[in-house]
C-alpha cells in the first residue's frame, strides 16, 4: 500500500471516530466530568473534560532557595541569604528542585482524583505537566519514584510516584530505577510542624540493594511536595553509598 494513501486511510479513520464513534458512544455510556460535572463528548479514558485539564496553570513563584531553587509563595520560609530551612540545616539532600504548579484548585482536585479515588489514567495528563516543568537541556541517566511503605502501597494498590515516573521516563527515554525502599512506616505528614515532618521521615528511607545509581544524575519523582522533608531524606539515602546528583 502507497504511504500517501496509507496516510489518507488513517487520516480518515481518525475522522470516523473522532465524529461519529466520539459522541455515539457519549450516547451508549454517558459520563460526566468528575471535576465540573459537564458531560464528556470525545472518547476518552480519562474521565475529565479537556476544559478541566487545561485550568491548572504553571507555578509563578517570586521566591526561590538561594541553593536548592525550591520554590516559596512568599519569602517567609527564607533568611536573609535566601536560603530555606532544610539548606540552613544541612539536611535538603537534592540539588535542585522542579514543580509545576501550586498544589491547589483544578490541580489539587486532579493529584486527589488520581491518588485516592485511583483514576490511573490521569497518569498522563499530570505526567505532562510535570514534563513541561523540566528543562530540556537538563540530562538524567536514571528516574527514581518516591516509594512507599509496602503496607501502604497494599492499602493504596498502586505507587502514584512510580506511575508519574514512568510518564516522564516514557518522554525522555530515561529508565526508571527503584533504588530507595521504605524502610520504615511513617504517619501522614499532612499537618505536622516542619521539625516534625522531618523528624517524622529521618530514617524512612534506605537504598535499595542490586540497584546501581552511583554516579548517576538522578531525577526522584513525587506527586506533591511541601517542606521537603520527605524528598530531602530520600535523597540522602540515595546519596550515602554514591557520588550523584539529586534532583527532585
Sequence with gaps: MPDA???????GFRGFVD???????TLVFPDDCRLCGEALRELSRV??????????QPLVAEYFCVAC??????AFPLDETGRCTLCRLGLVGFDAVYSYGSYEGTLRK????????KVHTLAGPLGKFMRQALPREERFDAIVPMPLHW???WERGFNQSELLAREI?????????NAVRRAKATDPQAGLTNAKRRANVSGAFAPRRGVAVKGARVLLIDDVMTTGATAAACARALKDRKSTRLNS
Excluded at 19 to 25: Q, T
Excluded at 47 to 56: E, G, I, N, S, T
Excluded at 69 to 74: G, L
Design 5 to 11: 494513501f496509507r496516510r489518507g486511510a488513517e487520516t
Design 19 to 25: 465524529h461519529i464513534l466520539s459522541p455515539l458512544f
Design 47 to 56: 474521565p475529565v473534560c479537556a476544559k478541566c485539564l487545561r485550568d491548572p
Design 69 to 74: 531553587r525550591t520554590p516559596f509563595v512568599n
Design 110 to 117: 486532579l493529584i486527589h482524583l488520581f491518588k485516592f479515588e
Design 151 to 153: 503496607m501502604r502501597r
Design 169 to 177: 521516563a516514557r518522554h525522555w527515554n530515561v529508565p526508571v530505577k
